[in-house]
Every structure is written in C-alpha cells, then in structure tokens.
Antibody, heavy 124, light 111 residues
C-alpha cells in the first residue's frame, strides 16, 4: 500500500527558506505513470496546489508561487522535496504531499494518495 | 487563476440529500471534464471521493455522485450519514498554468 510522509522543520523564521521532504513507501517514485505534488492549507482556509514533479525532474509550478518555489526529486531515496524561499506569515500552513497521475499521457487529473500533512509556522 | 467558488456551508438531516456547487470558468471547470471532489475530516488529509466529474474510486459509497453543467460542477451526497460531516473541496484541471485549482471549500453538517 503506497504511503507518503512529509517531514521537515515545524517553525521557520520570516525571510528564510522553508524546506520539506516527502518520503514515498510501498511503491516507487520512479513510476512512469505519476507526478508527485505539494499542496498547502493555511489555518482555517482552503487548499492550494503548489507544484508537482515527475521522476525525471520535469516540473509544474503554481504561477502565484513560482518565483519562490523549487521542487526536486531524489529517486535513490524515493523522496521529493519542496523549497519555498522568502517566507512570510502568509506561508503558515499545513503542507501535504500527494500523488497524481501523469494526466497528459493518462488523461487522468486527480490526487489519489495523500500524506498526513505537516504543519509549518512562519514566525520569529 | 482564482479559486473555484463553493458555498461556505450546507446541511441536511440523516437520510436526506445535500448538493454542493462548484463554480469556475471556461478555463477550468467548463473547459475540461476533470473535476474531482475531496472529503476532509478535521485534522485529516483530503480523501478523493469523485474524479472526472462523476466517477467514484473503489471503496467510495455510491451515495456520493457528481455532475457538471457548463462552468458549474456539483457533488450530491444522498442518504446522509453522520460520518459524512466534513469539509468538501472541488478541484479542476486548469491547463498547465496552474495545473490544478481548488475550490473554496464547503462544510457539510449533518443535523
């Protein structure tokens, strides 16, 4: 059974870089059929897609965050990571990692496996 | 790209039905049959309930159904049960920029 687990610091100072890792277990991140994405949810608010990466390194980013976001993949560790620079209090949120099919080739666009989420607070 | 619009709340008594709307534009909901719905209980991760407007993943009760007309998609929960009380989010493929857009979320209360 595929599982995703987010990890990283729960507290980040303003203007610094938020770094999170998602570890995939029970399956290979190198599957040719899936992208691996990051989604966040500020306290009491809705979901926001941040970006996604393919095992080859191909990425999609939300234009609203693109200038501050970098998503990378480490297939040897079955992990992918998120870096968000120049954070402010507005970046305080629960950050989820999730899997979604490679829609361009499969015709499927949805997120079917999610991690439990990790809370990141931006504060000095 | 703005978030898809959902009503903040909806409610129904056990056994009744509740329908949640999700309004977007021709660039997302109206342009593709790639609307999905997620259920989120407090403190939990979202769970996929509907994909491709009306398809249910394995294990999702057939009490959950989806539809779409123009730029508005809908989720109907029939035969409401206590465990259906949760937040529900729609999502749509929106081309590649961004890839996905989510709705504002609807809190469903079982009276």
């Amino acid at each position: 059974q595929l599982q995703l687990q987010e990890s990283g610091p729960g507290l980040v100072k303003p203007s610094e870089t938020l770094s999170l890792t998602c570890t995939v277990s029970g399956g290979s991140i190198s599957s040719s059929s899936y992208y691996w994405g990051w989604i966040r949810q500020p306290p009491g608010k809705g979901l926001e897609w941040i970006g996604s990466i393919y095992y080859s390194g191909s990425t999609y980013y939300n234009p609203s965050l693109k200038s501050r976001v970098t998503i990378s993949v480490d297939t040897s560790k079955n992990q992918f990571s998120l870096k968000l620079s120049s954070v402010t209090a507005a970046d305080t949120a629960v950050y989820y990692c999730a899997r979604h099919p490679d829609g361009y080739n499969s015709g499927y666009y949805y997120m079917d496996v999610w991690g439990k989420g990790t809370t990141v607070t931006v504060s000095s | 790209q703005s978030a898809l619009t959902q009503p903040p709340s909806a409610s129904g008594s056990p056994g009744q039905s509740v329908t949640i709307s999700c309004t977007g534009t021709s660039s997302d909901v109206g342009g593709y049959n790639y609307v999905s719905w997620y259920q989120q209980h407090p403190g939990k991760a979202p769970k996929l309930m509907i994909y491709e407007v009306s398809k249910r993943p394995s294990g999702v009760p057939d009490r959950f159904s989806g539809s779409k007309s123009g730029n508005t998609a809908s989720l109907t929960v029939s035969g409401l049960q206590a465990e259906d009380e949760a937040d529900y989010y729609c999502s749509s493929y929106a081309g590649s920029n961004p890839l996905y857009v989510f709705g504002t979320g609807t809190k469903v209360t079982v009276l």
